[in-house]
């Protein structure tokens, strides 16, 4: 059973930044690791995906701002989020995929692991 657990959401302005953290012992390095969000009555959306070569993938309304990485020694994915919008505010989820994808998907079809959340809102 994989464990994921998210961490780092907050409340900030726009314009600022924050960085989650999911602590995904054992998984990093053989997995497609995503990050996925969804805000009241909205649908889920994936917006950062990466595989276990560091090769990664953006949803539009991210491009540009986010960045997903990972460090395998300590088996932790990151979101680093800059220039947020009162439109990014959401519940964040890290996903796993024991999969390889030479391009990593950003379908939470495709990811049968997921963590509880962590809450970022973003005023304006």
């Known amino acids: 059973q994989v464990q994921l657990v998210e961490s780092g959401g907050g409340s900030v302005q726009a314009g600022g930044s924050l960085r989650l953290s999911c602590a995904a012992p054992g998984y990093t390095d053989g997995y497609c690791m995503g990050w996925f969000r969804q805000a009241p009555g909205e649908e889920r959306e994936g917006i950062a995906a990466?595989?276990?070569?560091?090769?990664?993938t953006y949803a539009d309304s991210v491009k540009g701002r986010f960045t997903i990485s990972k460090d395998n020694a300590k088996s932790t994915l990151y979101l680093q989020m800059n220039s947020l919008k009162p439109e990014d505010t959401a519940m964040y989820y890290c996903?796993?995929?024991?999969?390889?994808?030479?391009?990593?998907?950003?379908?939470?079809?495709?990811?049968?692991?997921w963590g509880q959340g962590t809450q970022v809102t973003v005023s304006s």
């Open positions: 996903a796993a995929e024991p999969a390889y994808r030479w391009l990593p998907s950003l379908s939470g079809y495709y990811y049968p692991f």
């Open positions: 990466i595989n276990r070569d560091g090769r990664t």
